[in-house]
């Protein structure tokens, strides 16, 4: 539910969001590998690509 009027006339198909907990635990476990990656590839950059990362 949107209750705030400026996004209410802006949302493509007002107040709804539908989530689903299966979906919600995946997405989840793809942010922590992907930030895994990040840090992993931090450590093994040079300092051009560690300040891009």
Same mark, same amino acid.
Not at 12 to 32: E, F, I, M, N, R
């Given at each position: /539910? =949107?209750? #705030?009027? #400026?996004l ?7 107040g =709804?969001?539908l989530?689903?907990?299966?979906a919600k635990?995946?997405?989840l476990?793809?942010y #922590?590998? =992907? /930030?895994?990656q990040l840090?992993?590839w931090?450590?093994e950059?040079?300092?051009? =690509?560690t300040?891009t990362?």
């Amino acid at each position: /539910m =949107v209750t #705030q009027p #400026q996004l209410r006339d802006r949302l493509w198909w007002p107040g =709804v969001l539908l989530t689903d907990s299966a979906a919600k635990a995946k997405a989840l476990k793809d942010y #922590q590998h =992907v /930030m895994a990656q990040l840090a992993s590839w931090e450590v093994e950059a040079d300092d051009d =690509v560690t300040a891009t990362i």
